[in-house]
C-alpha cells in the first residue's frame, strides 16, 4: 500500500510538472507571437504639406515642424510659380531659391517640386499611390482658392486630412510692411502702394503699425520669444569630444537661399557648425537704422531650422575674440564673399583680426549671390508687376463690359 501511495505521488508530482511545463512553454510560445508584430519593421507614416514658402520665415518652419510631428516622414510640396502668378500674384523668390530654402529645413525628408496650388483629385491620387502619403496637412488658417471653394476640400471629404496650428506673431504682411519703411523714402506711390503690396502676400490679421494705427504703416514684431520655442528648434546636442567646430557669424536677416548654401558650405569644412547671430544693435550700427527686419530671436529661429546649423549663439559679439575661440574650441572661422557688410576688411578694427593672426581664418566663395537688399528690391519690383497685372486685368474688365454694353444696346 505504501508503495502503492509514493508511485501515485510520483505520477501526480510528474503529470503536474508536464502540465506547467506545458503551460510555460505555451504561455511563451503566445508571448513570442504577440511580440513579432513588433519587431517587424513597419511602413512609416508620410504625411504631405505643402505651400509656397515664398519669402520663407520661422512661422513657415514651424508648420513642417508640427507637421513632421504628425508622423515618420514629411514629404513637403513646393508650388510653383506659375501656380503662384496665378493665384496671388508674382512670387518674390523663384522655384529654385524655394526648393533650396524648403530641403534645408530640418523636419523636412522629400521634396516634390512644381506642386499644384490646389490638391486636385489626380494629384491626390498620386499623393496616395506613387508616394505613399497617409495624410494631408494643412494650418488651421483657410486657403481659399480664387473660386472661392477650399484647396482641401477633396482631403477632408476623403478623411486624409489633418490640421496643425498656425504660429501666431509672424505674417508675410508684417515683414512686407517691415520692408517698406527700408524704402520709404524712396517710394512715390504713397499709402495706396503701400496697402496693395501687403494684400498680395497677406495671410493673417492686420496688426497695428508702429504709429499706431491699423492702416499701411511699418509693422513691428509681435512675436514673443519663449524658451520652449528655442528648445523645439533646437538640435539638443552638442559637438563630439574631438569635434572639428566651424565657426560662421552674421546677421543672417530675412533667412534666405544664400544663407542656406554658404550654412551648407562651412558644414562641410567640420563636424558642427556653430552660427553667431549679430544682435539687432549691431546689424543697426553696420547696415542703418531701419535694419534689421526680423529680431534678434526670430533670425535666430530661422537658422536653427536649418539642418545645416548645428548651433547658434543668440547676440554674438561682432569681433571674433580669442576668449570666445577659446571657449567654444573654435577650429575654424569662415566667413562668405557674399554680403552687406564686407567692408570690414577695408576698416582698421577688422572683426576677423584673432582668427586671421591665430591662422584659423577661411573665406568662402559664396554660391549665390543674394543678399537682403537683393529680396527687398525684389519686394518693389513685385509690387510694380503686381500693380501692372491688376492695371491690365482692369483693363480688359472695362472693354469686356464695354462691349457687351454695346451689344446689348444700353
Same mark, same amino acid.
Given at each position: 500500500?505504501?508503495?502503492?501511495?509514493? #508511485?501515485?505521488?510520483?505520477?501526480?508530482?510528474?503529470?503536474?510538472?508536464?502540465?506547467?511545463?506545458?503551460?510555460?512553454?505555451?504561455?511563451?510560445?503566445?508571448?513570442?507571437?504577440? /511580440?513579432?508584430?513588433? #519587431?517587424?519593421?513597419?511602413?512609416?507614416?508620410?504625411?504631405?504639406?505643402?505651400?509656397?514658402?515664398?519669402?520663407?520665415?520661422?512661422?513657415? %518652419?514651424? *508648420?513642417? !515642424?508640427? *507637421?513632421?510631428?504628425?508622423?515618420?516622414?514629411?514629404?513637403?510640396?513646393?508650388?510653383?510659380?506659375?501656380?503662384?502668378?496665378?493665384?496671388?500674384?508674382?512670387?518674390?523668390?523663384?522655384?529654385?531659391? =524655394?526648393?533650396?530654402?524648403?530641403?534645408?529645413?530640418?523636419?523636412?525628408?522629400?521634396?516634390?517640386?512644381?506642386?499644384?496650388?490646389?490638391?486636385?483629385?489626380?494629384?491626390?491620387?498620386?499623393?496616395? $499611390?506613387?508616394?505613399?502619403?497617409?495624410?494631408?496637412?494643412?494650418?488651421?488658417?483657410? %486657403?481659399?482658392?480664387?473660386?472661392?471653394? $477650399?484647396?482641401? /476640400?477633396?482631403?477632408?471629404?476623403?478623411? =486624409?486630412?489633418?490640421?496643425?496650428? =498656425?504660429?501666431?506673431?509672424? +505674417?508675410?504682411?508684417?515683414?512686407? &510692411?517691415?520692408?517698406?519703411? %527700408?524704402?520709404?523714402?524712396? +517710394?512715390?506711390?504713397?499709402?495706396?502702394?503701400?496697402?496693395?503690396?501687403?494684400?498680395?502676400?497677406?495671410?493673417?490679421?492686420?496688426?497695428?503699425?508702429?504709429?499706431?494705427? +491699423?492702416?499701411?504703416?511699418?509693422?513691428?514684431?509681435?512675436?514673443?520669444?519663449?524658451?520652449? !520655442?528655442?528648445?523645439?528648434?533646437?538640435?539638443?546636442? &552638442?559637438?563630439?569630444?574631438? /569635434? =572639428?567646430?566651424?565657426?560662421?557669424?552674421?546677421?543672417? $536677416?530675412? @533667412?534666405?537661399?544664400?544663407?542656406?548654401?554658404?550654412?551648407?558650405?562651412?558644414?562641410?569644412?567640420?563636424?558642427?557648425?556653430?552660427?553667431?547671430?549679430?544682435?539687432?544693435?549691431?546689424?543697426? /550700427? #553696420?547696415?542703418?537704422?531701419?535694419?534689421?527686419?526680423?529680431?534678434?530671436?526670430?533670425?535666430?529661429?530661422?537658422?536653427?531650422? %536649418?539642418?545645416?546649423?548645428?548651433?547658434?549663439?543668440?547676440?554674438?559679439?561682432?569681433?571674433? +575674440?580669442?576668449?570666445?575661440?577659446?571657449?567654444?574650441?573654435?577650429?575654424?572661422?569662415?566667413?562668405?564673399?557674399?554680403?552687406? $557688410?564686407?567692408?570690414?576688411?577695408?576698416?582698421?578694427?577688422?572683426?576677423?583680426?584673432?582668427?586671421?593672426?591665430?591662422?584659423?581664418?577661411?573665406?568662402?566663395?559664396?554660391?549665390?549671390?543674394?543678399?537682403?537688399?537683393?529680396?527687398?528690391?525684389?519686394?518693389?519690383? #513685385?509690387?510694380?508687376?503686381?500693380?501692372?497685372?491688376?492695371?491690365?486685368?482692369?483693363?480688359?474688365?472695362?472693354?469686356?463690359?464695354?462691349?457687351?454694353? @454695346?451689344?446689348?444696346?444700353?
Amino acid at each position: 500500500m505504501g508503495s502503492e501511495g509514493e #508511485n501515485g505521488q510520483l505520477s501526480s508530482r510528474i503529470l503536474a510538472s508536464w502540465l506547467i511545463g506545458g503551460l510555460v512553454i505555451g504561455l511563451s510560445l503566445l508571448g513570442l507571437n504577440f /511580440a513579432l508584430p513588433k #519587431n517587424r519593421k513597419k511602413r512609416p507614416i508620410r504625411v504631405y504639406m505643402d505651400g509656397c514658402f515664398d519669402m520663407m520665415h520661422y512661422g513657415h %518652419c514651424n *508648420a513642417l !515642424r508640427q *507637421a513632421r510631428a504628425l508622423g515618420d516622414q514629411l514629404v513637403v510640396g513646393v508650388v510653383s510659380d506659375a501656380e503662384i502668378i496665378a493665384n496671388k500674384g508674382p512670387p518674390v523668390t523663384p522655384l529654385s531659391e =524655394r526648393m533650396i530654402m524648403v530641403s534645408a529645413v530640418k523636419w523636412v525628408d522629400e521634396v516634390i517640386p512644381d506642386a499644384p496650388y490646389a490638391i486636385t483629385e489626380d494629384f491626390m491620387r498620386k499623393l496616395f $499611390d506613387e508616394y505613399n502619403i497617409d495624410y494631408i496637412i494643412h494650418g488651421d488658417d483657410p %486657403c481659399i482658392l480664387p473660386d472661392g471653394t $477650399d484647396a482641401y /476640400a477633396l482631403a477632408k471629404k476623403v478623411g =486624409r486630412y489633418k490640421q496643425i496650428k =498656425r504660429t501666431e506673431g509672424v +505674417s508675410s504682411t508684417d515683414i512686407v &510692411g517691415r520692408m517698406l519703411l %527700408c524704402v520709404r523714402e524712396r +517710394s512715390t506711390g504713397g499709402s495706396h502702394n503701400h496697402s496693395s503690396l501687403q494684400r498680395q502676400f497677406s495671410h493673417g490679421h492686420s496688426h497695428k503699425s508702429e504709429d499706431g494705427g +491699423s492702416g499701411s504703416g511699418t509693422r513691428i514684431s509681435h512675436f514673443l520669444p519663449t524658451s520652449r !520655442r528655442i528648445v523645439q528648434f533646437s538640435n539638443g546636442k &552638442g559637438p563630439g569630444q574631438d /569635434a =572639428r567646430i566651424v565657426y560662421i557669424d552674421g546677421a543672417f $536677416d530675412l @533667412f534666405h537661399a544664400g544663407h542656406v548654401e554658404i550654412l551648407r558650405l562651412a558644414r562641410g569644412l567640420g563636424d558642427f557648425l556653430l552660427v553667431g547671430i549679430h544682435t539687432d544693435q549691431t546689424v543697426s /550700427a #553696420n547696415r542703418g537704422a531701419h535694419r534689421p527686419i526680423m529680431n534678434l530671436h526670430e533670425r535666430s529661429l530661422s537658422v536653427l531650422a %536649418c539642418r545645416y546649423a548645428d548651433e547658434v549663439i543668440i547676440g554674438a559679439p561682432y569681433e571674433v +575674440s580669442k576668449d570666445m575661440i577659446t571657449t567654444f574650441n573654435i577650429s575654424l572661422v569662415v566667413h562668405g564673399t557674399v554680403a552687406e $557688410d564686407n567692408d570690414f576688411q577695408k576698416e582698421k578694427r577688422n572683426p576677423y583680426s584673432v582668427p586671421i593672426s591665430l591662422g584659423i581664418s577661411k573665406i568662402l566663395e559664396s554660391p549665390l549671390d543674394i543678399t537682403t537688399s537683393t529680396i527687398i528690391k525684389r519686394i518693389v519690383s #513685385n509690387h510694380e508687376a503686381y500693380q501692372r497685372r491688376n492695371e491690365k486685368k482692369a483693363e480688359s474688365e472695362r472693354r469686356y463690359y464695354e462691349d457687351k454694353s @454695346f451689344v446689348s444696346g444700353d
